[in-house]
């Protein structure tokens, strides 16, 4: 996607051989335009699939998966974070460890927005390596749901997130992927040419 490109390439900072900071147009700052045309190139991808809801986690996926819903005219919801939990009926919770911030999060989704036949599209702003993701779609699978794929703005390509989800059978589509981060410069994967 042109313009996510050129917003990584103009505004993201390089942190880190891991970590690129994107504060001023999706982590902190946010930009409307270019959330509005995520939201349509997810719904362009993903066409045919009979979505009926959209899946995030708090808080950065809220933009990017709000957009896509409102383009697919269908519901998100995006799970909840919470440090631990006394267990409940009526929520669906799943264990979600972050590698990068070494700490694990439940996280939760009420049961009455997630039903057997629903067809979902789980939207989030980084992958890296997939934990989310993955928890997202155990979520999906524990309502009975159906997960028709995985929308990421940002795929860091160099991490295993997105070959271990492609490997468990999902369907990935991310708007940039980055090769590496390497002496403060942004490469972008070879298939991210257009
Ligand atoms: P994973 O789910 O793919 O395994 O990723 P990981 O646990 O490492 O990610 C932890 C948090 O860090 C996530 O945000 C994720 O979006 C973010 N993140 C990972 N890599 C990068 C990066 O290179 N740049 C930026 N800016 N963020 C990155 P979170 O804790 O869920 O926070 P929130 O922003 O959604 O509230
Ligand atoms: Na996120
Ligand atoms: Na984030």
Redesign the pocket.
Known sequence: MKLLKEKVLNEGIV?SD??????SF??HQMDPILMKEVGREFTRRFEGEEITRVLT??????APGIMTALELEVPLIFAR?QKSLTLREDILVEK??????QES?EITVAKKFMKPGDRVLII????????????LARIVEQAGAEVVGIGIV?E?AF?P?GKLLKEKGYRVESLVR?AA?KDGKVTFAEEEVN
């Open positions: 942190l891991q970590v690129l900071k994107v504060d999706l982590n986690i708090e808080s950065s996926g809220i974070k979600v460890y972050s590698f990068t911030k999060n989030d702003d980084f992958l890296a390596n997939g934990e989310a993701a993955f928890g940002i860091k991490q997130g980055l981060l």
